[in-house]
C-alpha cells in the first residue's frame, strides 16, 4: 500500500508542485519511488489550470529535478479523505487547511519544514522572487520527509494495520530520532512533529 502525500500552497503554480517534483526525484533516487503516491494542490482557485511558473520550472531544471506535466488543481474534500499526508509550505496554509479539513482527518495536516532540521515557513518566491532560497527549503523539507519514512525497514506496506506515530520531541536527526519502526504485528513511522506550540501534542494518523 503507497503512502499518499498531498503537497498544498496558495495558487499551486510554485511551491507545492515544486515540492511534489522534489520528492519524487529524492524517492526515485532512493530507488523507493513505489513506496509513494505524490500530488499537490491549491487553496485558491486562481491559477486552476495553469503550469508550474516559468521560474519555478527554471530553477528545478536547474538542479536537475525532471519537471513533468502539471496542471494547476484545488484541494478538494475527497483529498483530505484519501491523502495519508497533506502538508502545507506555511503557517497560513496550516491554518486555511486546518478550517477546511473534517475533524477526524486533522493529524493528517502539516507543514514541510517541519521534517526539517531547522523549522519554519518555506516564503513564497511568487512575491520574493527567491526561487534559489525556496528550493533550499523545499529540498530539506523533502530530504527530512523522506528520511523519516524511509529510515528503517519500508518494505512492507501491505501490512493491514499501518499508523503514523508523529510525536514531539526536541532532536531531529538523533540515534533514535524520526526512526522508522517494524514488528510483526504493526508497523509505526515515527516523524519528526516540531511545529509551533498549538500543535505540541502528540497525533497518531491510521492509514486503515
Known sequence: MRVKILFVCHGNICRSPMAAMVFRYLAQQRHVS???????????????????????????????????????????PEDFETADLIIGMEWGHLKKLRALCPKEQQAKLHLLLDFAERQGDIEDPWYTDDFDRAYRDI???CEGLLRNLTENDVKERNHPDILFDFSDYSSVF?????????SSQRRTVRCAKLTKSSMNERSRLSLV
Do not use: M, W
Open 139 to 141: 529540498l530539506r523539507g
Open 174 to 182: 538523533g540515534a533514535s530520532s524520526g526512526a522508522l519502526s517494524v
Open 34 to 76: 513505489g513506496e509513494f503516491e505524490v500530488d499537490s494542490a491549491a487553496l485558491s482557485s486562481e491559477e486552476i489550470g495553469n503550469g508550474i511558473y516559468p521560474p519555478a520550472r527554471r530553477i528545478l531544471v536547474k538542479h536537475g529535478v525532471p519537471c513533468t506535466e502539471h496542471r494547476a488543481r484545488q484541494i478538494t
